[in-house]
């Protein structure tokens, strides 16, 4: 597996398993002198790490950063920032059950085919715990972009959406709610039904809304390094991830040309952006917004049919501690993926300049 890191001029290489002794990465390419907020990274962490609220796995992690590498007396010295999150509340035995049977719709048979071997606990390498390490890049990567906004909200859980249009919420309010949804009628109808999910050992999924605002112009590049591209290349490399659209989306695909264009304004905004901040592959300097499906987590505690290592039908039913929708926790791993695209392509943009 060499396939582990992220990102052209910044670049993020992670390394762990979600039942080993730690988690952790290394950033390459980050600019010198940057004053760290180390609050502020744990603070993200904090929005992601398990065990936050009733809603999702109960999984006790402190995941408390400690920084290797990089950093001198508070500043980035231009050096390769190294990193560490010890694993502290592993429970290998709850998977004791799978050594040789494949959960559905789990890596489980792809990794044993692909590889010869897996580790079962928890998933190993597959294991959204792997997340946690992009949450401290992507902190990182939110202070080097601080005039950029980025701000990410659960829009739906199953058939309940937020129908209210993101300009007129209050993000704010994102955090107020532990399903993190900026509208507190739609919160509550989401907070209840993932309870009764839970209820029943089930799962459900959903989706998150993301908005990057004061973004300028100019950022992506043609053909294969399309802004939009390497935004949802990055947003489907999150587990669970189903889908990704900006802009209008799929709904752009029921319109005429006469209703989807985008008429300028004679400094250079546009009067309606349904191209989602994005033409070319390009910023535009509109507000960059899109949206990311997450598919109900594959852990469901009933009894299904499967297969094991020998091709033989079994039952299997899903034990340990898991997260009855992963939406909310999602929310801090998709904007700190957007932090480090929009940082990346900033940095290139630098390389041009005379």
Avoid at 98 to 121: E, F, I, M
Avoid at 176 to 204: F, H, L, Q, W, Y
Wanted: aromatic content about 8%; proline content about 3%; hydrophobic content about 35%.
């Amino acid at each position: 597996m060499s396939f582990n890191s992220f990102g052209n001029l910044l670049k993020v290489t992670t390394y762990g398993e979600s039942h080993g002794t730690a988690i952790g990465g290394v950033i390459d390419g980050f600019p010198a002198g940057l004053e760290v907020d180390f609050e502020a990274i744990q603070e993200e962490l904090n929005r992601r790490k398990p065990g936050q609220s009733k809603i999702v796995t109960q999984r006790k992690e402190p995941d408390t950063v400690e920084f290797l590498s990089g950093i001198f007396e508070g500043k980035t010295t231009g050096t390769s920032i190294g990193f560490v999150i010890k694993n502290t509340n592993q429970k290998s035995k709850d998977y004791n059950h799978n050594t040789n049977v494949y959960r559905p719709s789990h890596a489980d048979y792809t990794y044993d085919q692909k590889y010869g071997l897996r580790d079962y606990r928890g998933g190993g390498r597959s294991s959204a715990r792997e997340t946690a390490n992009w949450v401290v890049a992507g902190a990182l990567a939110k202070q080097l972009v601080s005039n950029i906004k980025i701000n990410a909200f659960t829009s739906s859980v199953g058939e309940i959406f937020m129908e209210k249009p993101y300009q007129d919420v209050d993000f704010a309010k994102t955090e107020s709610n532990i399903v993190r949804c900026p509208d507190e009628a739609s919160a509550e109808k989401m907070i209840t039904k993932i309870k009764e999910i839970r209820k029943a050992g089930d799962t459900i999924g959903g989706t998150i809304t993301c908005v990057a605002q004061n973004v300028p112009v100019g950022l992506g590049e043609p053909i294969f390094h399309k802004l939009h591209a390497q935004l949802g290349g990055a947003m489907l490399s999150i587990n669970a991830v189903k889908g990704f659209e900006f802009g209008s989306g799929f709904c752009g695909a029921k319109m005429k040309g006469s209703e989807h264009n985008d008429i300028f304004n004679a400094d250079g905004s546009t009067k309606s952006n349904l191209s989602g901040g994005i033409q070319g592959g390009i910023s535009n300097g509109m507000d960059i917004y899109f949206r990311v499906a997450f598919k109900p987590v594959a852990t469901i505690m009933s009894s299904q049919q499967t297969i094991n290592s020998e091709n033989e039908v079994t039952e299997i039913t899903g034990k340990g501690r898991h997260d009855p929708c992963v939406v909310p926790r999602a929310v801090p791993i998709v904007e700190a993926l957007t932090a480090l695209v929009l940082a990346d392509f900033l940095l290139l943009n630098r390389t041009r300049t005379v």
